[in-house]
Protein backbone atom coordinates (compact mmCIF):
# COMPACT_ATOMS: atom_id res chain seq x y z
CA UNK A 1 0.00 0.00 0.00
CA UNK A 2 2.84 2.36 0.90
CA UNK A 3 4.21 1.64 -2.53
CA UNK A 4 1.64 2.59 -4.29
CA UNK A 5 1.50 6.10 -2.88
CA UNK A 6 5.31 6.25 -3.17
CA UNK A 7 4.80 5.99 -6.76
CA UNK A 8 2.07 7.98 -7.19
CA UNK A 9 3.71 10.84 -5.50
CA UNK A 10 6.71 10.09 -7.74
CA UNK A 11 4.80 10.11 -10.97
CA UNK A 12 3.09 13.47 -9.76
CA UNK A 13 6.39 15.41 -8.89
CA UNK A 14 7.44 14.75 -12.35
CA UNK A 15 4.58 15.29 -14.26
CA UNK A 16 4.74 19.06 -12.12
CA UNK A 17 8.33 19.53 -12.72
CA UNK A 18 7.77 18.79 -16.72
CA UNK A 19 5.07 21.01 -16.64
CA UNK A 20 7.12 23.57 -14.96
CA UNK A 21 9.76 23.14 -17.08
CA UNK A 22 7.46 24.09 -20.06
CA UNK A 23 6.29 26.97 -18.78
CA UNK A 24 9.80 28.41 -17.78
CA UNK A 25 12.09 26.81 -20.71
CA UNK A 26 9.39 25.92 -23.22
CA UNK A 27 11.38 23.99 -26.27
CA UNK A 28 10.52 24.95 -29.38
CA UNK A 29 11.09 23.01 -32.63
CA UNK A 30 14.33 23.46 -33.90
CA UNK A 31 13.41 23.89 -37.66
CA UNK A 32 9.77 25.45 -37.62
CA UNK A 33 10.12 27.06 -33.99
CA UNK A 34 6.63 25.54 -32.93
CA UNK A 35 6.74 24.83 -29.47
CA UNK A 36 6.86 20.99 -28.32
CA UNK A 37 7.23 18.93 -25.47
CA UNK A 38 11.07 18.37 -24.00
CA UNK A 39 11.43 14.71 -25.06
CA UNK A 40 10.62 15.21 -28.67
CA UNK A 41 13.11 15.98 -30.86
CA UNK A 42 11.10 17.96 -33.42
CA UNK A 43 7.49 18.36 -34.05
CA UNK A 44 5.77 15.91 -35.97
CA UNK A 45 5.38 17.84 -39.41
CA UNK A 46 9.48 18.10 -39.54
CA UNK A 47 10.26 14.72 -38.57
CA UNK A 48 7.85 13.79 -41.15
CA UNK A 49 10.20 15.66 -43.30
CA UNK A 50 13.21 13.53 -42.45
CA UNK A 51 13.56 10.99 -45.50
CA UNK A 52 15.92 8.17 -44.34
CA UNK A 53 18.71 7.24 -46.97
CA UNK A 54 20.40 3.71 -47.34
CA UNK A 55 24.35 3.28 -46.24
CA UNK A 56 26.65 4.75 -49.06
CA UNK A 57 29.56 2.94 -49.18
CA UNK A 58 33.15 5.01 -49.79
CA UNK A 59 35.97 3.23 -51.30
CA UNK A 60 39.45 5.50 -49.93
CA UNK A 61 41.73 3.26 -51.02
CA UNK A 62 42.04 0.31 -53.31
CA UNK A 63 40.54 -2.34 -51.53
CA UNK A 64 39.19 -0.69 -48.35
CA UNK A 65 35.88 0.13 -48.29
CA UNK A 66 34.43 2.26 -44.90
CA UNK A 67 30.34 2.22 -45.05
CA UNK A 68 28.37 6.06 -44.06
CA UNK A 69 25.20 6.04 -42.19
CA UNK A 70 23.81 9.06 -42.07
CA UNK A 71 20.43 10.29 -40.94
CA UNK A 72 19.28 11.76 -44.20
CA UNK A 73 20.75 13.89 -46.83
CA UNK A 74 22.49 17.92 -46.77
CA UNK A 75 20.18 19.30 -48.58
CA UNK A 76 17.22 18.46 -45.24
CA UNK A 77 16.66 22.04 -43.83
CA UNK A 78 15.36 20.09 -40.77
CA UNK A 79 18.71 18.30 -40.08
CA UNK A 80 20.75 21.43 -40.69
CA UNK A 81 18.49 23.50 -38.35
CA UNK A 82 19.60 21.01 -35.28
CA UNK A 83 23.14 20.81 -36.17
CA UNK A 84 23.87 24.48 -36.85
CA UNK A 85 21.96 24.85 -33.25
CA UNK A 86 24.14 22.22 -31.46
CA UNK A 87 26.91 24.15 -32.01
CA UNK A 88 25.05 27.06 -29.09
CA UNK A 89 23.36 24.54 -27.27
CA UNK A 90 24.20 21.66 -25.30
CA UNK A 91 19.99 20.65 -25.49
CA UNK A 92 20.75 20.96 -29.16
CA UNK A 93 23.31 18.67 -28.97
CA UNK A 94 21.96 15.73 -27.34
CA UNK A 95 19.11 15.73 -29.32
CA UNK A 96 21.17 15.40 -32.32
CA UNK A 97 22.77 12.86 -30.85
CA UNK A 98 19.38 11.14 -29.87
CA UNK A 99 18.41 11.82 -33.26
CA UNK A 100 21.18 10.03 -34.84
CA UNK A 101 20.87 7.18 -32.67
CA UNK A 102 17.39 6.45 -33.72
CA UNK A 103 17.00 7.35 -37.05
CA UNK A 104 20.83 5.20 -38.17
CA UNK A 105 21.50 1.86 -37.54
CA UNK A 106 24.13 2.72 -35.03
CA UNK A 107 22.18 0.86 -32.09
CA UNK A 108 22.68 -2.31 -33.91
CA UNK A 109 25.99 -1.82 -35.65
CA UNK A 110 28.91 -3.84 -34.09
CA UNK A 111 31.57 -1.20 -31.92
CA UNK A 112 34.23 -1.53 -30.05
CA UNK A 113 35.02 2.05 -29.80
CA UNK A 114 34.04 5.34 -30.63
CA UNK A 115 36.10 7.71 -32.41
CA UNK A 116 35.06 11.65 -33.37
CA UNK A 117 36.07 11.78 -36.95
CA UNK A 118 37.79 15.32 -36.80
CA UNK A 119 39.79 13.90 -34.08
CA UNK A 120 43.19 16.10 -35.27
CA UNK A 121 41.53 19.49 -34.80
CA UNK A 122 41.48 20.60 -31.22
CA UNK A 123 39.30 17.59 -30.08
CA UNK A 124 37.73 19.01 -27.06
CA UNK A 125 36.51 21.92 -29.27
CA UNK A 126 34.63 20.64 -31.74
CA UNK A 127 31.30 19.17 -31.82
CA UNK A 128 31.94 15.90 -33.37
CA UNK A 129 34.26 15.34 -30.11
CA UNK A 130 31.12 16.26 -27.88
CA UNK A 131 28.60 14.09 -30.07
CA UNK A 132 30.76 11.04 -30.36
CA UNK A 133 31.31 11.17 -26.37
CA UNK A 134 27.77 10.95 -25.88
CA UNK A 135 26.71 8.30 -28.54
CA UNK A 136 29.83 6.24 -26.90
CA UNK A 137 27.89 6.69 -23.68
CA UNK A 138 24.97 5.65 -25.32
CA UNK A 139 26.61 2.08 -27.22
CA UNK A 140 28.28 1.66 -23.82
CA UNK A 141 32.28 1.55 -25.62
CA UNK A 142 35.17 3.36 -24.99
CA UNK A 143 35.56 6.75 -26.60
CA UNK A 144 38.55 7.42 -27.83
CA UNK A 145 39.05 10.94 -27.62
CA UNK A 146 41.96 12.03 -29.95
CA UNK A 147 44.35 11.47 -32.37
CA UNK A 148 47.80 11.05 -29.99
CA UNK A 149 45.43 7.75 -28.28
CA UNK A 150 44.81 6.43 -31.37
CA UNK A 151 48.89 6.53 -32.57
CA UNK A 152 51.53 4.72 -31.68
CA UNK A 153 52.83 0.84 -32.53
CA UNK A 154 51.69 -0.08 -28.51
CA UNK A 155 48.32 0.68 -29.37
CA UNK A 156 47.97 -2.24 -32.09
CA UNK A 157 46.75 -4.91 -29.57
CA UNK A 158 43.75 -2.52 -28.75
CA UNK A 159 42.35 -1.96 -32.02
CA UNK A 160 43.21 -5.39 -34.07
CA UNK A 161 40.22 -7.22 -34.83
CA UNK A 162 37.56 -4.12 -33.16
CA UNK A 163 34.99 -2.50 -34.89
CA UNK A 164 35.78 0.85 -34.59
CA UNK A 165 32.61 3.59 -35.70
CA UNK A 166 33.38 7.32 -36.26
CA UNK A 167 30.99 10.13 -35.96
CA UNK A 168 30.76 14.00 -36.35
CA UNK A 169 27.82 15.98 -37.00
CA UNK A 170 28.44 16.33 -40.54
CA UNK A 171 30.84 14.74 -43.12
CA UNK A 172 34.77 16.07 -42.69
CA UNK A 173 37.00 16.42 -46.51
CA UNK A 174 38.26 13.66 -47.80
CA UNK A 175 42.30 14.83 -47.27
CA UNK A 176 41.11 14.62 -43.44
CA UNK A 177 39.20 11.12 -43.47
CA UNK A 178 41.90 10.26 -45.62
CA UNK A 179 44.42 10.30 -42.85
CA UNK A 180 42.53 8.86 -39.91
CA UNK A 181 41.62 6.15 -41.95
CA UNK A 182 45.17 5.55 -43.03
CA UNK A 183 46.05 5.44 -39.67
CA UNK A 184 43.34 3.03 -38.13
CA UNK A 185 43.87 0.33 -40.82
CA UNK A 186 47.70 -0.02 -39.85
CA UNK A 187 45.82 -1.47 -36.57
CA UNK A 188 43.70 -4.21 -38.58
CA UNK A 189 40.48 -3.39 -37.01
CA UNK A 190 37.65 -5.72 -37.88
CA UNK A 191 36.14 -3.01 -39.75
CA UNK A 192 35.71 0.89 -39.98
CA UNK A 193 32.01 2.43 -40.01
CA UNK A 194 30.86 6.25 -40.26
CA UNK A 195 28.04 7.78 -38.84
CA UNK A 196 26.94 11.33 -39.34
CA UNK A 197 23.97 13.53 -39.51
CA UNK A 198 23.80 14.10 -42.83
CA UNK A 199 26.47 13.50 -46.18
Known amino acids: ?4 YTNYIKSTCTKLFLTVLDVLTPNSCPACHQFIRHPKIFCASCMNNIQPIAPT ?3 LFPGIYIPV ?7 NL ?3 SLVQAQKYSNFARVQLARLMWSATLLPYLPCDYVVPLN ?5 RLT ?3 KIAQLLASYKKVPF ?3 GIQLSGINNKPLYENKHIILVSDTMVEQTLLCKLVSELIQYVP ?10
Do not use: D
Not at 190 to 199: C, E, K, N, R
Open 119 to 123: TYSSP
Open 190 to 199: ASITIVVAYS
Open 78 to 80: TVR
Open 144 to 146: VSS
Open 57 to 59: ILE
Open 127 to 129: ISY
Open 1 to 4: MLGH
Open 69 to 75: HAVTYQE
